[in-house]
């Protein structure tokens, strides 16, 4: 199966400046569903937003039942965004999925950008999950800008 995928916007799920973005691909069936963070998810100060996402093209349906497929992100790292390719997982039993989010809040000259990392929470309780394990599948193949595949 093919199947692009292109993070729309901040390649987050979330609001900056009063804006909401979302991030998503192909079937609803196979990617992770993704649920709001708890009220009390931690979130860090970010000194900006990260640059758009590369494009993840798949060329297989899921490797085993039970597998879906967890968009790339981009993780705030100590001054600096770092891509984290996306991949095929077995969701934690018990466990839902909150995609990375950005907010915005207003104050001081500029206000402030707060960043929530995706995360895996219990169901019954608002505390965090084990990460899933990973599915065994080929690896996504990166894609320009342009839609040819990167070599």
Known sequence: MSRPCLAVALAMGGCVAGACFASGCGAPSLAVPSHPHPPNAPAELVGF??????????????PAKGCLWAD??????????????????RPPE?????????????GGPAGSLYYRPGRWYSVREPEPCADPVSCPAPSPIPVSAEGARSS
């Open 49 to 62: 937003p990260p640059p758009p996402a590369p494009i993840e093209h798949l060329d297989a349906a899921p």
């Open 72 to 89: 790339g992100q981009w993780a705030w790292v100590p001054r600096r965004w770092d891509w984290r390719p996306g991949g095929w997982v």
């Open 94 to 106: 018990g466990c839902e999925y909150s995609a990375p989010t950005l907010e915005w809040a207003p």
